[in-house]
């Protein structure tokens, strides 16, 4: 069975830095592409940014200075680095991927969330 485990999130200073971790396992699962989101309470859910397999990268306009996501094939693992984090980054960050294994084909899977809380 496929598994998105997401890591990383925490209670950090304005200014501090991050890194969210999302990792699949499971099936001999390969990631085709993976999408970080968040939420903030009151506030509806913002795509991050997304990367596929390939590297093909698209952040948020007003996070490009500040966040970066790669892609580990070998680890299955998609990576959110943040930086400079301010208080209104403060959200539960969620996982998507869309993960092909030989039994399932390609399926759409999400992890179970992880806060991030910036302090001013």
């Known amino acids: 069975q496929v598994q998105l485990v997401e890591s990383g999130g925490g209670l950090v200073q304005a200014g501090g830095s991050l890194r969210l971790s999302c990792v699949v396992s499971?099936?001999?699962?390969?990631?085709?592409?993976g999408t970080w989101y968040r939420q903030a309470p009151g506030k509806q859910r913002e795509t991050v940014a997304s990367i596929t397999s390939s590297g093909s990268i698209s952040v948020l306009n007003a996070l490009k200075d500040r966040f970066r996501i790669s892609i580990d094939n070998g680890k299955n693992t998609v990576y959110l680095q943040m930086e400079y984090l301010q208080p209104e980054d403060t959200a539960i960050y969620s996982c998507h991927a869309n993960v092909w294994t030989q039994v399932r084909g390609s399926q759409d899977y999400w992890g179970q969330g992880t806060q991030v809380t910036v302090s001013s």
């Open positions: 499971g099936e001999r699962a390969i990631i085709n592409a």
